[in-house]
């Protein structure tokens, strides 16, 4: 792996024409860390990969329960679709040899967060950012909304993933980090390569250099035996039946039902998750636990990766997750209902449970 990386050939076309982008360093440009680098990543998450959410960014507020605190500044804290945490630092230039200390230290520290102060942070962040305002409750829930097919805790959180971000490394750090990741520690180094192009505009690239592809995915040979569908492998998106549904009802997930019964009175229509926790009798963090337990099932019993239901935040103007029914899928659990209306009558799954919070069987 060279040092300087500077493999990378950025051209800008038109028509036939083509012309060669010169490379420049963010530096030469008069750009710094904190307020180009660090803005550009926030703005564009999946800089640092796919499905991540920034959390935080620029903490240094570390104490030990002995009362000794630390000022050492984190750059970024995401939050991936998976759950787990990252511990993301951004280099101006070539990153010192270092780094990976730095991240390693940041991500055991980052390692002992509870949802609460998760929450917390991704509001002070969010009203600092943006401002936009949110309670600590409100950004709880974005989070798990981010996170939906996992319960947010901190058994989650206590292995959090590295990203390193730099324009270029040295070989002292590229052999550790190679060496951490074959000891299991996941950390990956990421490369960004600044551009000007004839016309004086700036263009940023960014790629992962580490850990590369396993060259064995790129290859076919005879099949031996039977295929067998590798671990990791996406789960394909499967429309949901009545079948399906009664088979669900039959599991008794009182939230997700609630989700249902609710949705499927208003075809169409994005619910809020207030009116669903309000239904099935649980609170919010109760009800976004259940729902995320639900992920689970959805892609280990029902072997899809899809929920039911659309869902989105804010799509209804509040800070809270939203979930929606397309008339097709409604008229499907109104059939696994039996042809009642949802609401109605004893053979509602929800019902008892909205009556009686006591009621609500655990997630299985």
Same mark, same amino acid.
């Given at each position: 792996?060279p040092?300087?990386?500077?493999?990378?050939v950025?051209?800008?076309?038109?028509?036939?024409?083509a012309?060669?982008?010169?490379?420049?360093?963010?530096?030469?440009?008069?750009m710094?860390e904190?307020?180009h680098?660090e803005k550009?990543?926030?703005?564009?998450?999946?800089?640092?990969?796919p499905g991540?959410?920034?959390?935080?960014?620029?903490?240094d507020?570390?104490?030990?329960?002995?009362?000794v605190e630390?000022?050492?500044r984190?750059?970024?804290?995401?939050?991936?679709?998976?759950?787990?945490?990252?511990?993301?630092e951004l280099?101006?230039?070539?990153?010192?040899?270092?780094?990976y200390?730095?991240?390693?230290?940041?991500?055991?520290?980052?390692s002992?967060f509870?949802?609460?102060?998760l929450?917390?942070?991704h509001?002070e962040?969010?009203?600092?950012t943006?401002?936009?305002?949110?309670?600590?409750?409100?950004?709880?829930?974005?989070?798990?909304?981010?996170?939906?097919?996992?319960?947010?805790?901190?058994?989650?959180?206590?292995k959090?993933r590295?990203?390193?971000?730099?324009e270029?490394?040295?070989?002292?750090?590229?052999?550790?980090?190679?060496?951490?990741v074959?000891?299991g520690v996941?950390?990956?180094?990421?490369?960004?390569?600044?551009?000007?192009?004839?016309?004086?505009?700036?263009?940023?690239?960014?790629?992962?250099?580490?850990?590369?592809?396993?060259i064995? $995915?790129?290859?076919?040979?005879?099949r &031996?035996?039977?295929?067998?569908? #590798? !671990?990791g492998? /996406?789960l =394909?998106?499967?429309?949901w039946?009545?079948?399906?549904?009664?088979t669900?009802?039959?599991?008794g997930?009182p939230v997700?039902?609630?989700?249902?019964?609710?949705c499927a009175?208003h075809?169409?229509?994005w619910?809020p998750?207030?009116a669903?926790y309000?239904?099935?009798?649980?609170?919010q963090?109760?009800g976004?636990g259940?729902?995320?337990?639900?992920?689970?099932?959805?892609?280990?019993?029902?072997?899809?990766?899809?929920?039911?239901?659309?869902?989105?935040?804010?799509?209804?103007?509040e800070?809270?997750?939203y979930?929606?029914?397309? $008339?097709a899928?409604?008229?499907k659990? &109104?059939?696994?209902l039996?042809? #009642? !209306?949802?609401g /109605?009558? =004893?053979?509602n799954?929800?019902?008892?449970?909205?009556?009686?919070p006591s009621a609500?069987?655990?997630?299985?």
């Amino acid at each position: 792996m060279p040092s300087d990386m500077s493999d990378e050939v950025l051209f800008t076309v038109s028509g036939a024409q083509a012309e060669l982008a010169k490379v420049v360093k963010i530096e030469d440009l008069g750009m710094t860390e904190p307020y180009h680098l660090e803005k550009w990543v926030t703005t564009f998450p999946q800089a640092l990969g796919p499905g991540v959410l920034i959390v935080a960014s620029q903490y240094d507020r570390w104490i030990s329960p002995t009362g000794v605190e630390s000022h050492d500044r984190l750059d970024l804290l995401g939050l991936g679709s998976d759950g787990r945490l990252l511990v993301a630092e951004l280099k101006r230039g070539k990153a010192p040899d270092t780094v990976y200390l730095q991240a390693i230290k940041y991500a055991a520290m980052s390692s002992r967060f509870s949802l609460d102060q998760l929450a917390t942070l991704h509001a002070e962040f969010l009203s600092r950012t943006t401002g936009q305002k949110l309670t600590s409750e409100e950004a709880g829930e974005k989070l798990q909304a981010h996170a939906s097919d996992v319960e947010l805790s901190p058994d989650v959180f206590l292995k959090p993933r590295i990203v390193l971000l730099a324009e270029s490394y040295s070989e002292p750090v590229t052999t550790s980090v190679v060496w951490l990741v074959e000891q299991g520690v996941d950390i990956t180094m990421r490369r960004y390569q600044a551009y000007q192009t004839v016309g004086d505009e700036t263009i940023l690239t960014v790629s992962q250099i580490y850990p590369v592809a396993d060259i064995a $995915s790129f290859l076919m040979g005879p099949r &031996h035996g039977q295929a067998k569908p #590798q !671990e990791g492998v /996406e789960l =394909p998106e499967v429309e949901w039946s009545a079948e399906d549904f009664a088979t669900l009802i039959g599991l008794g997930f009182p939230v997700p039902t609630a989700v249902l019964n609710t949705c499927a009175e208003h075809p169409g229509e994005w619910v809020p998750s207030t009116a669903i926790y309000q239904r099935a009798g649980v609170t919010q963090p109760s009800g976004s636990g259940q729902l995320a337990g639900f992920g689970y099932s959805v892609r280990t019993r029902f072997k899809r990766r899809n929920h039911p239901w659309e869902t989105e935040w804010k799509a209804g103007g509040e800070n809270v997750n939203y979930y929606r029914l397309d $008339s097709a899928t409604a008229a499907k659990w &109104h059939a696994a209902l039996g042809g #009642q !209306e949802p609401g /109605e009558g =004893p053979q509602n799954p929800d019902s008892q449970i909205a009556a009686d919070p006591s009621a609500v069987p655990a997630v299985s």
